[in-house]
């Protein structure tokens, strides 16, 4: 199920939704009011150990990131998930984001979905890296993060930066004991650190 989960609406029981660290409500300059505060809510449902759902935005114009260094987003997991991952260890769920122009040519940033919010850095310089490590490769699915914290990429096709119109958020049942049930809120998805002008960031959201 794919919904928005948000301040007004899930704050309460059973959800007890937050914000993300540092977000903040906007501020209705007129009355004064705060405005709602949303995040993207993927749930699944019995969801079996190999198993994945993704929720997908396909947008009307291509992005192109080429001139930003980082890619940032915040993601959620329930209080059932784990709170860390133990070295050694392998991830009872992975969460991941794919992006890149459709379904047969996309980047894909992988990583164990843990308990409470936890910013993700994507590092563009690490993807055209890896990218080029591909070309030697080509049998191997998923390259491991340069942070060595249980993240992994993937490569997809012949993607560019140049050219993102495909963005995918997804949850996949790695090792959860039994069949995963679950939500997974996803905020912020922004760019930063413009290379060749005075922006700081460009901000796009699900």
């Not at 992005?63 to 890619?71: C, I, P, S, V």
């Not at 140049?162 to 995918?168: D, E, G, L």
Request: proline share 5%; aromatic share 12%.
């Amino acid at each position: 199920d794919i919904a928005c989960g948000g301040v007004d609406e899930n704050s309460r029981e059973p959800d007890f939704y937050t914000t993300p660290p540092v977000v903040q409500q906007d501020v209705n300059q007129i009355d004064v009011s705060t405005r709602n505060e949303q995040s993207l809510a993927l749930t699944v449902k019995d969801l079996n150990r190999g198993e994945s759902r993704t929720a997908v935005r396909v947008r009307p114009s291509p992005l192109d990131l080429f001139n930003y260094k980082q890619l940032k987003y915040f993601v959620h997991g329930s209080n059932d998930m784990d709170a860390e991952i133990l070295p050694g260890t392998s991830a009872k769920v992975f969460a991941y984001i794919r992006f890149g122009w459709d379904t047969l040519n996309y980047y894909e940033y992988r990583f164990p979905l843990t308990s409470g919010w936890m910013e993700h850095v994507i590092e563009f310089s690490e993807i055209s890296a890896i990218k080029q490590l591909k070309g030697a490769n080509v049998n191997l699915p998923y390259f491991v993060g340069a942070k060595n914290s249980g993240t992994q990429f993937g490569i997809l096709g012949t993607p560019s930066l140049t050219r993102i119109q495909y963005i995918a958020y997804g949850i996949e049942n790695n090792a959860y004991p039994g069949s995963l049930t679950s939500t997974m809120w996803v905020n912020e998805l922004r760019v930063v650190q413009a290379e060749d002008t005075k922006a700081v960031s460009y901000t796009h959201l699900l």
